[in-house]
């Protein structure tokens, strides 16, 4: 069966085509982050505009490209996310499943995330500790079985990606600057500066990051007066850096302890973050399982292989589904199991 997985829900423009036998056959992806970075952040009517001139012609490319004339089914993002964003891959999906007579699967987002890991040959499997974190969400999951969730912790303000791209932007790397700033970070002192781990000495899996980025904030508004400011963006960026790492680190050690869990499945943009990465390997006993780089942030290919789970809730096109709100918890099971 051939799954063709439409992702439009914020920046990325993601379109992939999963086959239930053979795996990913093909993945295109449109990144808007030029367009929207001239204003420090996603402009939701410039993302639907945007997603409306590309996602078709990447449709066109990856069916062609893959030799799939009709697939058996089309999964779209249908939340969270921009509701705009989203009716425009909801709507194409709906339009060609309608021309196709085939059925559509609305896909959960974030579900996505979590299962992107299984489009690796070393997969993970259920039960696990899923940590989803992105420029929107930090949550930790205790994850039993497919739409079995259950949120152990999330932020209660800022996401972490948000904290990363906030305190790039202070350092004037740009938006969204987590990888810039995990790279400046590099030439950097981590404990030049005693930043906050914010929640750390706190009961439960909860996180919070606004108290970090103000005190980053203050350090960094005390440097500028002193002058000390450019000679100090490293250390800044890796200090921030460390801070946030630990705390996502300890948080994620501690749910796993708890739910008694030997994997942990990191997905989400963040989860591209070296340190991040270093330090779950160093510290946790048992195994990590990542999405390949292109597959943390963004992409079709989460999307279709999720339609490929979730194939028995398929419905009738003709329903345009975009939820700017839908808790992960709230999902159950496929019908069939
Ligand atoms: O999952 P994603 O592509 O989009 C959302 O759904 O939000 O995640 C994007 C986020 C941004 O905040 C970006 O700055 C952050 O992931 N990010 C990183 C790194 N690469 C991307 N944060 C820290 N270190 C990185 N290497
Ligand atoms: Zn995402």
């Known amino acids: ?18 086959d239930t036998e053979r795996g990913l056959l093909g993945n295109a992806l449109h990144s808007q982050v030029d367009l929207h970075a001239r204003y420090g952040g996603v ?16 449709v066109d490319q990856v069916l062609k490209d893959t030799g799939t004339p009709r697939p058996d089914g089309v ?9 705009g964003a989203l009716m425009v891959g909801s709507g194409l ?11 559509v699967v609305p896909v959960h987002h974030m579900e996505a995330h979590l299962l992107a890991p299984m489009l690796e040959p070393d997969a993970p499997d259920f039960p696990f500790l899923a940590l989803l974190v992105s420029g929107g969400h930090t949550m930790l999951v205790a994850a039993d079985g497919l739409g079995r969730y259950r949120l152990l912790g999330t932020t209660l303000d800022d996401a972490v990606g948000e904290a990363f791209d906030k305190t790039a932007k202070l350092l004037g790397l740009g938006y969204p600057g987590g990888a810039a700033l995990a790279r400046l970070a590099l030439d950097g002192n981590d404990s030049a500066f005693a930043f906050p781990r914010p929640m750390l000495n706190q009961p439960g899996f909860d996180f919070s ?3 970090l980025k103000t005190a980053v904030m203050l350090r960094v508004r005390a440097l500028e007066k002193g002058g000390e400011f450019e000679r100090a963006r490293p250390d800044i960026a890796a200090s921030f850096q460390r801070a946030a790492i630990d705390t996502l680190v300890a948080r994620t050690l ?15 943009g963040v989860g591209a973050n070296v340190l991040l990465r270093a330090e779950l390997a160093r510290r946790f006993d ?4 990542y999405p390949r780089p292109e597959f943390c942030t963004d992409n079709g290919a989460m999307i279709a292989i999720a339609g490929a789970f979730r194939m028995s ?3 009738s096109p003709g329903r345009i589904e975009a939820r700017a709100r839908w808790p992960l918890e709230s999902l159950v099971p496929p019908a069939a199991n």
């Open 93 to 103: 999906a709906n339009g060609l499943a309608l021309a196709w007579t085939r059925p």
């Open 209 to 211: 990051f606004s108290g």
């Open 75 to 83: 999964a779209y993002t249908a939340g969270p996310g921009l509701v």
């Open 254 to 268: 501690g749910a796993a302890r708890k739910e008694r869990r030997n994997s942990i499945v990191v997905a989400g």
């Open 313 to 315: 809730d398929a419905v």
């Open 286 to 289: 048992g195994k990590v399982f």
């Open 43 to 58: 402009v939701p009517e410039i993302a639907s505009r945007d997603h409306l001139r590309r996602l078709l012609p990447l």
């Open 1 to 18: 069966m051939r799954i063709l997985g439409l992702e439009t829900s914020c920046d990325e423009t993601g379109v992939a085509v999963f």
